[in-house]
C-alpha cells in the first residue's frame, strides 16, 4: 500500500535488518529495540490490523506464528521464554498500520503494561 512503511520494508524501498523471508511474510528486528531481542514478523500483503483480519486471509497468522516458533529457537529465546505482541488501533498503541507481531526476548518483561 502507498506510504506505508512496512511495505516499503517489504519491497526493499527502504532498508531493514533482516531475520527471515518467505513468499507470505517478512521478519527484521526493530528499530528501536525494547528488549535485547526485539524483532517483528509481518504478513507481505498490507493487512491494516488485526481488525482487519477475516476468513480469506486469517491463515497469515498460523504461518507467522510459526514462523515466530523457528525464529525464536534459532535466536536462542525459546527456553527462557518470549513475548508475543500485537498493538490494534490508537488505544492499543499502534503506530505503523501494517499488522505486525512484536516479538520481545532476552530479558524479564513486566506485567501488566502501562
Ligand atoms: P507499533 O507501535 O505499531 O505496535 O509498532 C511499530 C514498531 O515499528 C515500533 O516498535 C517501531 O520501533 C518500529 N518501526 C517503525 N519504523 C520502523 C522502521 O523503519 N524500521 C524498523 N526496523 N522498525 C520500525
Ligand atoms: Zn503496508
Not at 31 to 55: G, M, Q, W, Y
Not at 78 to 100: A, F, M, P
Request: proline share 5%; aromatic share 8%.
Amino acid at each position: 500500500m502507498e506510504g506505508c512503511i512496512f511495505c516499503k520494508i517489504v519491497n526493499g524501498e527502504i532498508p531493514s535488518n533482516k531475520l527471515y523471508e518467505d513468499d507470505k511474510v517478512y521478519a527484521f528486528y526493530d528499530i528501536n529495540p525494547e528488549a535485547p531481542t526485539h524483532f517483528l514478523v509481518i504478513p507481505k500483503d498490507h493487512i491494516e490490523s488485526a481488525n482487519a483480519l477475516n476468513e480469506k486471509n486469517v491463515d497469515i497468522i498460523s504461518h507467522i506464528f510459526m514462523v515466530i516458533n523457528k525464529l525464536v529457537v534459532d535466536l536462542g529465546i525459546s527456553d527462557k521464554g518470549y513475548r508475543i505482541v500485537n498493538n490494534c488501533g490508537e488505544d492499543g498503541g499502534q503506530t505503523v498500520n501494517h499488522l505486525h507481531f512484536h516479538v520481545l526476548g532476552g530479558r524479564s518483561l513486566q506485567w501488566p503494561p502501562g
